[in-house]
């Protein structure tokens, strides 16, 4: 069964840093794209960032220069550096892994959506 287990999460003040972590387990085939998305109380989830397997990154413009996606392959996990919080930044976030169930789904690029159980970030002013 695959899992995606995420550390890292808590309360920080403004303008300081955190550093999550998401690691898969259970899957027979390597991840293709992974990400974190991130859910404000009462808005609707949207993408911080994403990295595909060869190390491509997409990140979204409120975070952009702030925060930093990169994984370890080997170690099937994913990390986002967030500096220079800020109390918007506040939002449960979640790691996304895009991961084939079958070898017909790893040759042609297809895979599922598997989801961590997400992490709060609360930044205090």
């Known amino acids: 069964q695959v899992q995606l287990v995420e550390s890292g999460g808590g309360l920080v003040q403004a303008g300081g840093s955190l550093r999550l972590a998401c690691t898969v387990s259970g899957s027979f085939f390597s991840p293709n794209a992974m990400g974190w998305y991130r859910q404000a109380p009462g808005k609707q989830r949207e993408l911080v960032a994403t990295i595909t397997r060869d190390g491509s990154t997409d990140t979204a413009d409120s975070v952009k220069g702030r925060f930093t996606i990169s994984r370890d392959n080997a170690k099937v996990t994913v990390y986002l550096q967030m500096n220079s919080l800020k109390p918007e930044d506040t939002a449960v976030y979640y790691c996304?892994?895009?991961?084939?169930?079958?070898?017909?789904?790893?040759?042609?690029?297809?895979?599922?959506?598997?989801w961590g159980q997400g992490t709060q970030i609360t930044v205090s002013s």
């Open positions: 996304n892994a895009q991961i084939p169930q079958t070898r017909t789904q790893a040759l042609t690029g297809k895979a599922f959506d598997y």
